[in-house]
């Protein structure tokens, strides 16, 4: 039990020190301001070790209010080292969002255009 709680301290400290690394603007401050819901709804669903999973009802509706684009853009090396940019990408989907092909998202692109995931 102690070891999930660990990787979520860790997952949460690689990600806020990665926001905090990057220049602060209007934008960005808006779309940063979803992630901690994101952090607390959807851990589970997006870190590394694991296989894809359906995101839970209370994740997707933390996602349903997501500016991926602009989450993307805050994504650093230190955060993909925690968290799976492609189970990101497979929970955005789940929850009904479309992520275009060839969306960057960290080091990650999406490589293909399926859309919403039936």
Same mark, same amino acid.
């Given at each position: 039990?102690?070891?999930?709680?660990?990787?979520?301290?860790?997952?949460? =400290?690689?990600?806020?020190?990665?926001?905090?690394?990057? +220049?602060?603007?209007?934008?960005?401050?808006?779309?940063?301001?979803?992630?901690?819901?994101?952090?607390?709804? +959807?851990?589970?669903?997006?870190?590394?070790?694991?296989?894809?999973?359906?995101?839970?009802?209370? +994740?997707?509706?933390?996602?349903?209010?997501?500016?991926?684009? +602009?989450?993307?853009?805050?994504?650093?090396?230190?955060?993909?080292?925690?968290?799976?940019?492609?189970?990101? =990408?497979?929970?955005?989907?789940?929850?009904?969002?479309?992520?275009?092909?060839?969306?960057?998202?960290?080091?990650?692109? =999406?490589?293909?255009?399926?859309?919403?995931?039936?």
């Amino acid at each position: 039990m102690a070891f999930p709680r660990v990787g979520s301290l860790c997952f949460a =400290v690689f990600l806020i020190a990665g926001i905090l690394a990057l +220049c602060k603007s209007g934008v960005q401050a808006q779309c940063e301001s979803t992630i901690p819901s994101l952090i607390a709804q +959807c851990r589970q669903y997006v870190l590394k070790p694991g296989p894809k999973t359906a995101p839970s009802a209370a +994740c997707c509706s933390v996602v349903k209010t997501l500016d991926i684009p +602009c989450f993307c853009k805050l994504v650093t090396k230190e955060i993909e080292k925690v968290i799976s940019m492609e189970k990101v =990408v497979f929970v955005a989907k789940s929850c009904g969002r479309t992520v275009a092909k060839g969306t960057k998202c960290g080091s990650y692109t =999406v490589p293909n255009a399926l859309g919403r995931i039936a």
